[in-house]
DNA sequence: CATTCTTACGTACTGCGTAAGAATG
DNA sequence: CATTCTTACGCAGTACGTAAGAATG
């Protein structure tokens, strides 16, 4: 009996087939199938039962899951605690909301590449929808992400707040003074995508105030909104952090608000069972990235 | 990462050094250097300390026993519960006291082989002091043997009590009345070696009764002793149940005895998290078999 | 100098991917 | 007919044993 065909038998499980065990473990589906008739060859017992084209645990297979598992986390117990952090060596597939991506993300690839040369990280940006989605799946190892509802399925660890204030160009010409939400909305905005964790509350901010908002357009990309603003098309709700430097340079305005834009937790999330618990060590990794980046916002 | 590095860990770690893990596993020794310098290779951290020709823990390594010791463990968990007995296969080393070679031993051989066909026995037919010694030095996974004291290092299932009787060959004219040990001691004994617990049993049955005993001779081999009495040179203890047939057949006598013979417990015992559990299944199986055979001696 | 671990090397085997096949919904 | 698992086959890397070497008590 091998650790391979263990956590070829996890992730079948796991992802309900042979062709996306395969995929997430980066081999090809015969080798999936070969794995398993070994696994099963050697203990005698069919684990999976192959009705039609798909495959579904017998007694035995429930009975192995839990055992398997124990296993693979015990192999990373072992990793962790004896290993050498430089001989480490995995890929950790890692989703990303954007606004991590411009902000903290950099120092965390420094911070695992340093620790863990072994590494390879696999970066996924996108919406966060999308990225629960994906960590679901089993596509997704770890991500970093607003938590907008109690995930039970996952670990999660805060990262942080990030802070939010509606900017426009300064050809805008907005007043010095507390805008609400119905006197911001004369301006169009530049939103993210339907599916983003933002684009819920910029709605929830103009519905609690009263007022509807004129979309002026919906991006998947915050870098691009940024621009978009920077170049007087509309204001948009950006991390003031982020933006300090266009403030400086009279590029972005700032708009004063009332009510202020909430703060957003960001949090990383993954399996805790996670056959690579790589996926922990860079979540743990990025918490420390931002405490970090956050007392001292110059590294 | 392999089980079969970590299992060659646990087993020098247990053992003391590479060449007696090598032969405990049946390989050679530089295949046991080899799966520890890939282990150490793939952790990044050496497991031993290779001072003079002694290895011995680093203190990675003594992180690592525990660990390693828990996944031989859940591996025979896993063949356990799952896995079909009939591909169960392995070696189990398996001492055996002598008068459990004359009594159980065939029927364990025939269950155990018809339980688990993949099986192989290797009987090593010792006496007792003998068999904790390799019981300790790893030499032998299970052992069969009157329980003398504690050995908290081992688990043990009580196997049954065998009553033993003086006899002797109808020849020596034994009165037919209760004998004390000073009146037994006016025959020459025939005795099991001074490693026996027979021995030490029957000496203090003699000095218990402030008698002294005549030996006649020592034997390693209760068979042997058994024809030496038939042949009437001398007194020896012989297992009751086993010798019914020469009782009966007027070739041994029964030597009735105040006090009488103690009745002696045997046990089976292995080392609890034993890489192979196979060592615990062969145990289990003495012990069903010494309570059927006590229930229905014909079997 | 015997014991114990390491290194070197040849061989046999295992495990993987590619390609083709079978089954199913 | 697309999807999913199985089978067949060839190649490459792995893992073992033998043999020789180094170190030590």
Redesign the pocket.
């Known amino acids: 009996m ?1 650790l ?1 065909q263990l956590e070829a038998f996890v992730w ?1 499980t796991r992802l309900g ?3 996306a065990a395969a995929e997430r473990l ?6 999936v ?6 696994l099963e060859g050697q203990l005698g017992v069919a684990v ?1 039962k ?6 579904h645990l017998t007694e035995q297979g429930r009975g192995l899951m839990p055992l398997a598992e124990e296993m693979m986390s015990l192999r990373q117990n072992i990793l962790h605690k004896v290993a050498n952090p430089t001989h480490i060596s995995g890929t950790v597939r890692l989703g990303v909301a954007e606004l991590v991506s411009l902000t903290w993300l950099p120092q965390l690839i420094d911070r695992v590449s340093r620790l863990y040369p072994g590494v390879t990280l696999e970066l996924d940006i996108d919406l966060t929808e999308n990225l629960w989605d994906k960590l679901h799946q089993g596509v997704l190892d770890t991500a970093l992400l607003p938590k907008i509802i109690e995930r039970p399925s996952f670990e999660t660890i805060f990262l942080g707040d990030t802070h939010f204030a509606w900017m426009g160009s300064p050809s805008l010409n907005v007043p010095d003074r507390q805008l609400e939400p119905a006197e911001v909305a004369q301006w169009p905005v530049l939103l993210l995508s339907q599916h983003s964790n933002l684009y819920s509350i910029i709605e929830n901010w103009f519905q609690d105030g009263g007022a509807r908002m004129q979309r002026r357009a919906l991006c998947n990309n915050l870098y691009s909104i940024a621009n978009l603003t920077i170049c007087g098309l509309g204001v948009s709700t950006l991390p003031t952090d982020l933006y300090q430097g266009e403030i400086e340079r009279n590029e972005l305005t700032v708009l004063q608000t009332d009510p202020p834009l909430p703060a957003v937790g960001y949090w990383a999330a993954y399996r805790p069972a996670e056959s690579t618990n790589l996926a922990a060590i860079v979540a743990r990794l990025a918490a420390e990235c931002t405490t970090f980046s956050m007392a001292d916002p110059t590294q």
């Open positions: 091998k391979q079948i087939s042979f062709a980066n081999i090809t589906q015969p080798t199938s070969q794995r398993i008739s070994e999976f192959r009705v039609g084209r798909r495959a």
